[in-house]
């Protein structure tokens, strides 16, 4: 393939998702980072709102590129 020349790594942790781009070597090209928020029910839990996570998914991969 021609397009093969890079590959993009998605990471969703607990507290930003991350963006990391890679070519062949691998050496890193671009790379992303977006916090997201977290809420706290009771002690003990944490939740995410997922359209947040989403938005800051999209915001770390348009960072990366």
């Avoid at 890079?6 to 671009?30: C, K, N, Q, W």
């Avoid at 977290?38 to 839990?45: D, K, V």
Wanted: proline letters at 6%; aromatic letters at 10%; a negative charge.
């Amino acid at each position: 393939m021609k397009n093969d020349r890079y590959i993009m790594a998605l990471d969703e942790g607990t507290t930003s998702a991350r963006a990391v781009i890679f070519d062949r070597e691998p050496s890193i090209v671009g790379s992303g980072q977006q916090e997201f928020s977290q809420i706290y029910p009771r002690p003990g839990w944490v939740e995410h709102d997922p359209e947040e996570v989403w938005a800051a998914q999209l915001t770390a991969i348009k960072n990366a590129l």
